[in-house]
């Protein structure tokens, strides 16, 4: 089992930017992938960025492509979203998540909020 714990999130103008991180605990050596989804209000969950342990691939949504950056410093067992270019529409609790292949989470965080107001 994997714990993973989000932290950076935060209310931002529009405009700003954030950057958020997830620490991995646990049997980490699991975790080939780890990424970022998020859910707002009323909407489903949505996936946002994913990374391999390498770091060798990235995967990032259309709506983020360009304002968001995934990276990782395996030695801290922690990977960070930058976030720049901040819109409304990006308000939402972002969840870590982690597993063995992409699309194949099986560890999520409790989740940061974000906030980004207009």
């Known amino acids: 089992q994997v714990q993973l714990v989000e932290s950076g999130g935060g209310l931002v103008q529009a405009g700003g930017s954030l950057r958020l991180s997830c620490a991995a605990s646990g049997r980490t050596f699991s975790n080939n992938v780890m990424g970022w989804f998020r859910q707002a209000p009323g909407k489903e969950r949505e996936f946002v960025a994913a990374?391999?342990?390498?770091?060798?691939?990235?995967y990032l949504a259309d709506s983020v492509k360009g304002r968001f950056t995934i990276s990782r410093d395996n030695a801290k067992n922690t990977i960070y979203l930058q976030m720049n270019s901040l819109k409304p529409d990006d308000t939402a609790i972002y969840y870590c998540?982690?597993?063995?292949?992409?699309?194949?989470?099986?560890?999520w965080g409790p989740g940061t909020q974000v906030t980004v107001s207009s």
């Open positions: 990374i391999t342990w390498s770091g060798s691939r990235t």
């Open positions: 998540v982690a597993g063995p292949g992409y699309a194949q989470y099986n560890s």
